[in-house]
């Protein structure tokens, strides 16, 4: 881990806090969960559920998965066996990862990622083949078909996906995917997919969240993530979970119990009455975000950046050329004091830091009042 420091969160987040810039880089909503979940944590708390949780989470939050799954995705699993709950979706990824691969074993992800990835993947001795999004002619990102069957080999044990995607905010079309599932299902590896931004897919990306493990022959052989910190604005809950076949999901198990043991005793009652609420919150929750996007967007493009689109999540990635920028980095670094901002350089998330020095990553889950804040700050910069 000697190739791992501090996170450039925890670098960007302590610099909002001692310059008191605006912090858009760091992705946490700056309001609270809905409040029927808020209110049944604090019943949880008052009536007794303040002790170890049952080590693959309480029976009532594993239900209330499988029935989420099947009824936006028309998923099947088995809340005794098929689901385990995690402390949040960063520690699913590593249990699975643990789990699953031997030293030497090689994962397959796409670059940029989140920067967990790479260090569940070197704590568990495997090797990441990354395959790198670029943006395309019409702005969008994508990858290059022969780069991605180039990275698969002997050594595969799983591909890593992540969509819609942190930081790019690109959503995986059909026909990716199904290349994916093709090499997945041709080479006999698994897929492991984080998907916590799976009801941030907006209504004008080229195409709709589809998850990997609804293809052809996947369910078998997918391990699907997914946490209640994004779609329900509790990042801080911790609270994640982790649904597929009973081989894999017993493997991440093994794991997990070593890890955190437990978590959220108190929060697990309450995520499971949030995933319940009706199709109106998730479809107002999405639009929310969707005009935060877009108020960012026109500001940063205002403001003369190199604005690429955002399909989804709560990001949207920048060019710093147009700025005469080289470097984002440095421009990061320098960004608070000349204008009160904080952002994230992306280069960070890369293995070939070259295809992303000049690209910076802004999170719109802010209230508007905030977003305006910065826009006026960056357009007086």
Known sequence: MRAFGTTIFAEMSALAVRTGAVNLGQGFPDTDG????????????????????????????????????????????????????????????????????????????????YDSYAASIALAGAVRRPVTLRPSAGGSYAFDPDALRAAFGPRTRLVLLNSPHNPTGKVFTRDELTLIAELCQEHGVYAVTDEVYEHLAFTDAAAPHIPLATLPGMRARTLRISSAGKTFSCTGWKIGWASGPADLVAATLRVKQFLTFVNGAPLQPAVAVALGLPDSYYEGFRASLQERRDQLVAGLTDAGFGVLPSEGTYFVTTDITPLGGTDGMEFCRTLPERCGVVAVPTQVFYDDADAGRTLVRFAFCKREEVIADAVDRLRQS
């Open 34 to 113: 809905p409040p029927e979940m808020l209110e049944a944590a604090a019943e949880a708390l008052r009536t007794g559920h303040n002790q170890y949780p049952p080590g693959p989470g309480i029976p009532a939050l594993r239900a209330a998965i499988a029935a989420h799954q099947q009824r936006f995705w028309d998923l099947a699993y088995d809340p005794d066996g098929e689901v385990i709950v995690t402390a949040g979706a960063t520690e699913a990824v590593a249990a699975a990862i643990l789990g699953l691969c031997e030293p030497g074993d090689e994962v397959v992800c796409f670059e940029p990622y």
